[in-house]
């Protein structure tokens, strides 16, 4: 961790999170206790899961790859369904 507290690790290649298994499983168990039977906190749960990812260091990810991921799903629960719309949106 930073001396700022953010949890980079610059020689990472510029900011990427460093390798903290400890934060990654007190994400993980935050959105195990966070996961509930409503769709809002089911979606909050998975954000929090991938974002453990990036501290994960048996996972291959980063923060772009994850917003990307994200995105997708709100998208998708948004719409109901995962075909694309005819518009094109």
């Keep these: 961790m930073n001396d700022d507290g953010t949890g980079t690790d610059e020689r990472a ?12 499983a007190m994400l993980r168990e935050v959105a195990r206790e966070v996961r509930d039977d409503s769709d809002e906190a089911e979606r909050v749960a998975a954000i929090l899961f991938r974002v453990s990812d990036l501290y994960d260091p048996d996972e291959e990810t980063d923060p772009e790859s994850i917003y990307r991921n994200m995105r997708t799903i709100l998208r998708v629960t948004e719409r109901g369904t995962l075909e694309r719309d005819r518009d094109g949106k």
């Design 13 to 24: 290649g510029g900011g990427q999170p460093a390798d903290d298994p400890e934060r990654a």
